[in-house]
């Protein structure tokens, strides 16, 4: 059973960064694809980013194209959200998935586990 843990939220400022980290344990991430969602108050969770499991295949939200950048190193059963530029409109708590394939997805139902979320808010 894999185990997610994310760390790295807390506060930014508009324009500012923010590097988010999700460690991998009970399991290989190796042969898993990874995605990051986030949910803001009363919204739905939505799609942010997701990679393949060999790291090289990667897909993002139009909201967050060209500042995120997800990134993953299988030797460390460990991933990263890179997130520049910040909005106060990217203000959420950010979950880290996995799924026992090879293909990244930007589906919530195609994902098996799911860590416990970071709180990122970015000030206006």
């Known amino acids: 059973q894999v185990q997610l843990v994310e760390s790295g939220g807390g506060l930014a400022q508009a324009g500012g960064s923010l590097r988010l980290s999700c460690a991998a344990s009970?399991?290989?991430?190796?042969?898993?694809?990874v995605g990051w969602f986030r949910q803001a108050p009363g919204n739905e969770r939505e799609f942010v980013a997701a990679?393949?499991?060999?790291?090289?295949?990667?897909f993002y939200a139009d909201s967050v194209k060209g500042r995120f950048t997800i990134s993953r190193d299988n030797a460390k059963n460990t991933m990263w959200l890179q997130m520049n530029s910040l909005k106060p409109e990217d203000t959420a708590i950010y979950y880290c998935?996995?799924?026992?394939?090879?293909?990244?997805?930007?589906?919530?139902?195609?994902?098996?586990?799911w860590g416990q979320g970071t709180q990122v808010t970015v000030s206006s």
């Open positions: 990679i393949d499991w060999t790291g090289v295949s990667t």
């Open positions: 998935a996995a799924r026992p394939a090879y293909d990244r997805s930007i589906y919530l139902s195609n994902y098996d586990h």
């Open positions: 009970g399991g290989t991430n190796s042969l898993y694809a």
